[in-house]
């Protein structure tokens, strides 16, 4: 692997922050200093940056921003997967899933414990959707939603949390993740979805200032977020 593309992976920085960390001669290998960020790294090379060892945790949490039109799977063999744009990680996957028409926020990790939590109905960890529809969101639909509605598959669907953003564009939180679950809400009270954005899990919340595409590490803090105080804080940002 490329030097710079594996402190990357680890976290350090983005791609132009450890080339210009390896061009200042911060980084070594084999305790020798390395400039080239091209450098092919073998797997039995130790490296430093500033004299610390750079290895990759046993446990790995990512946050990543889905981008519309990718699948959330490790593997497709007919579609681009959510995994062009992560870390080259040996046993990484997604933490549920979002529609390939959907985008937002995305839990990756290779902790199978840390995912069932997220993902299990048992311990009610929120998330958080801005649903752009066709049609107009009336009060008598939002209660609907409020009150709960059967879908086609006999399954009883609550939001926890529903509010009205504009005439088309309502904010919803679920704790359950049932298979186009948000999508088939809206239809059941006559609204068709027409873009789909998750902003939030538990108490962690998508970073304004990422794009589509783009990821990062969590910390220790971070990850304990998801599980704690479930924030019902205004959020407008993906209502556009």
Not at 19 to 42: E, F, M
Not at 71 to 86: A, G, K, Q, W, Y
Not at 201 to 213: A, D, F, H, S, V
């Amino acid at each position: 692997m490329r030097l710079d593309r594996y402190l990357s992976n680890r976290g350090i920085g983005t791609r132009k922050e450890v080339r210009a960390l390896i061009k200042h001669g911060r980084v070594t290998v084999n305790d020798r200093t390395v400039l080239d960020p091209a450098y092919k790294l073998s797997d039995k090379d130790v490296v430093k940056v500033d004299g610390k060892v750079i290895d990759l945790p046993e446990k790995v949490y990512i946050l990543f921003y889905k981008p519309a039109g990718y699948v959330t799977s490790t593997r497709d063999p007919h579609s681009e997967t959510i995994m062009e744009f992560l870390p080259d990680i040996k046993g990484i996957f997604p933490v549920g899933r979002l529609d390939k028409d959907a985008e937002g926020l995305l839990l990756v990790t290779n902790d199978g414990e840390f995912a069932h939590r997220v993902i299990s109905p048992r311990w009610k960890v929120e998330k958080e959707y801005v649903v752009k529809v066709e049609g107009e969101i009336t009060e008598d639909k939002l209660e609907k939603l409020r009150r709960g509605v059967s879908l086609r598959d006999g399954f009883f669907a609550k939001a926890k949390h529903v509010e009205k953003i504009s005439n088309d564009t309502v904010k919803i939180v679920i704790t359950e993740g049932k298979y186009h679950q948000v999508k088939r809400m809206m239809a059941a009270v006559g609204l068709k979805t027409i873009h789909l954005k998750r902003v939030r899990i538990g108490g962690l919340r998508l970073p304004q200032e990422m794009k589509p595409g783009e990821y990062r590490f969590l910390s220790e803090e971070e990850v304990r977020q998801v599980f704690e105080g479930n924030d019902q804080k205004e959020d407008r940002t993906g209502t556009g």
